[in-house]
């Protein structure tokens, strides 16, 4: 089966700038995760995804970011405007179950740099 | 404060040796915790899981264990080999709610040949 694909794998922008990061998780996997890693911080939790419907958002930093999962396929994750201390790896994950003894499935992340 | 700690950033052994990667917990009661191995440029892999009423958990060359009195998980990798050398990270579910894991800083362990 295809693996978690995440688009771009990089990304560069300026302070102001609007970023969209796509996230096309296991077909079938009705989960679906963003997290962050931050620069020498552990992987840290933004949002959840049941279907469509978001179930957590309690990660979110603040209302610069916006996830969309429409249909409940893949999602995207917007950064509008980009500040400096977004600069990090996005990571998207997806599970067939939503307990937590599932394994999460990782995409490749989106290394995002804001100058 | 809640958290994960895993004991080193980095940990360095020879070829053949074990290595034994040690996960600490504060403030949790989890019923799983994973394991993952992440390369550089990838994202994290699954490894292994063990349940809180599980003492120890083994696959191929690996074995975890989880001691819920000392809050604690410790990873090891027998017979180690140069294509080992990873980044490892330990998750949990931190409130037994069907919540998001959250994970480790992670150690990077170095195999030498």
């Known amino acids: 089966e295809a693996g978690v694909t995440q688009f771009p794998s990089h990304s560069v922008i300026e302070k102001g700038q609007t970023v969209t990061l796509r996230c096309d998780p296991i077909s079938g996997h009705d989960n679906l995760y963003w997290y962050r890693r931050v620069m020498g911080k552990e992987i840290k939790f933004l949002l959840h995804?049941?279907?469509?419907?978001?179930?957590?958002e309690s990660g979110m930093p603040n209302n610069r970011f916006l996830a969309e999962r429409t249909g409940g396929t893949y999602s995207t994750l917007k950064v509008q405007p980009a500040e400096l201390e977004d600069s990090g790896v996005y990571f998207c994950a997806s599970s067939q179950t939503r307990t937590t003894n599932s394994p999460l499935h990782f995409g490749n992340g989106t290394r995002l740099t804001v100058t | 404060s809640q958290k994960i700690e895993q004991n080193s950033e980095a940990l360095n052994i020879q070829e053949g040796k074990t290595a034994t990667l040690t996960c600490n917990y504060t403030?949790?009661?989890?019923?799983?915790l994973q394991w993952y191995r992440q390369d550089p440029g990838r994202g994290p892999v699954f490894l292994l899981l063990?349940?809180?009423?599980?003492k120890e958990k083994r696959k191929e060359r690996l074995k975890v264990t989880f001691d819920t009195t000392l809050k604690q998980s410790l990873f090891h990798i027998t017979a180690s080999q140069p294509a080992d050398s990873a980044t490892y990270l330990c998750a949990l579910d931190p409130y037994q709610a069907g919540t998001a894991l959250i994970f480790g800083k992670g150690t990077t362990l170095s195999v030498s040949s």
């Open positions: 063990i349940r809180e009423n599980e």
């Open positions: 403030n949790y009661s989890p019923a799983y």
């Open positions: 995804f049941v279907k469509e419907s978001k179930q957590d």
